[in-house]
């Protein structure tokens, strides 16, 4: 049994916001020896992703699917969907030393 984890990209026709949901597709041979797939989202069985996924921000179902690998040629679609990392350094004026 072998297990591939896909990430598919999604983005939504109606707000297009752009999201990634991660997939496990575990290939399976039956008893006829008939190749088979087996989606599995967070470790439980799932629907193949397709067009009509439920966008995670406005909650219609006008969404499409990307082929794989697309969002890693257009990264700039990801990075305005994602929050940024909050800024390590505080919001203090600069020091100048000690001032006696
Ligand atoms: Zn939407």
Redesign the pocket.
């Known amino acids: 049994m072998e297990e591939t984890r896909r990430s598919v990209p999604f983005e939504?026709r109606?707000?297009w916001?752009v999201w990634q949901e991660d997939y496990t597709v575990r290939h399976e041979e039956d008893d006829h020896g008939n190749a088979g797939e087996v989606w599995l989202r967070g470790g439980l069985p799932a629907p193949p992703p397709s067009s009509g996924a439920v966008?995670p921000?406005?909650g219609?179902q006008q969404s499409t699917t990307f082929p794989d690998g697309y969002l890693s040629h257009h990264p700039e679609l990801t990075a305005q969907a994602e929050p940024g990392a909050p800024d390590a350094t505080p919001l203090l004026s600069p020091v100048r030393g000690p001032l006696y």
Do not use: M
Request: charged content about 0%; some cysteine; overall charge neutral.
């Open positions: 939504c109606s707000c916001h966008c921000q406005c219609c």
